[in-house]
């Protein structure tokens, strides 16, 4: 499958993409500095806060995990031919929701049909 979007969209894509992975990258790194200094010192208070301001982060890392995930995931579509295309629908995903979202797997209307087949798995009794 040969990419299916133009050569200046896809370059634009990547280099965000490239700009998004370093901004992860660095916000894990300062994230995992925060986590080393916590401390669990003062009154229950202090220490729920400070369990409290951990949560926080561990739900910022595994957030920023997820997107590392997707960028790379997309970068190797680049280098393998297939970005641009929804996993969902194997429609072309338009060039503006690429370079609002670059790391997107979904066009909008694949996003549409995997939001339904989540809701209806969840209405019958699934987590």
């Not at 629908?89 to 370079?99: F, K, N």
Request: charged share 30%; with cysteine.
């Amino acid at each position: 499958m040969s990419n299916t979007i133009d050569p200046v969209t896809l370059a634009q894509c990547k280099e965000k993409l490239l700009r998004s992975r370093e901004e992860a990258v660095e916000q894990l790194v300062t994230l995992k500095s925060q986590i080393k200094e916590t401390q669990y010192k003062g009154d229950e208070i202090d220490q729920t806060n400070n369990q409290l301001d951990e949560m926080r982060i561990l739900t910022q890392q595994n957030r920023l995990k997820k997107l590392l995930i997707d960028i790379d995931v997309a970068l190797n579509k680049i280098i393998t031919g297939s970005y641009g295309v929804c996993e969902q629908t194997e429609e072309i995903i338009s060039s503006a929701r690429l370079l609002a979202l670059p790391w997107t797997r979904l066009s909008i209307e694949g996003a549409e049909v995997s939001d339904r087949l989540r809701k209806r798995f969840k209405q019958q009794g699934h987590t």
